[in-house]
């Protein structure tokens, strides 16, 4: 079954794709209509097992450096870039606490500003 999901993902060579139809093995159920894979399953193959690995290394960098033979600058901009691909959390656009408290210590913004900021 894996090698089927690394020979779509293949096919595909990284363009979207969506499934149609799902059948469960062995319960004589289908299921037609839009899916979208899982944002995994988008990944290609190698970034896949490198995922996986990673996952399996229980996020040890070095680890990682020992199973792939790669520096800690490699594995960790491979990570990076991985990363870049799996956003399904949004990020917090707010500015840091300090970044605020700071701009106002310096009179760059005042007192309402500093709490506009904050509250945002």
């Given at each position: 079954m894996a090698s089927d999901w690394q020979e779509l993902t293949r096919l595909t060579r990284g363009e979207s794709f969506?499934?149609?139809?799902v059948r469960l093995v062995g319960k004589g159920i289908a299921v037609e209509g839009e899916f979208e894979p899982p944002l995994l399953g988008r990944l290609e193959a190698e970034d896949?097992?490198?995922v996986a690995a990673f996952v399996r290394c229980?996020?040890?960098?070095?680890?990682?450096?020992?199973?792939?033979?790669?520096?800690?600058?490699?594995?960790?901009?491979?990570l990076n870039r991985i990363g870049v691909q799996l956003r399904f959390v949004e990020e917090d656009a707010r500015p840091p606490r300090g970044d605020v408290l700071a701009a106002l210590e310096r009179g760059e913004i005042g007192v309402d500003e500093a709490i506009e900021r904050l509250k945002a």
């Open positions: 969506v499934v149609e139809r896949q097992i490198f229980h996020g040890s960098i070095k680890r990682m450096e020992e199973m792939f033979g790669l520096s800690y600058p490699t594995v960790k901009n491979r």
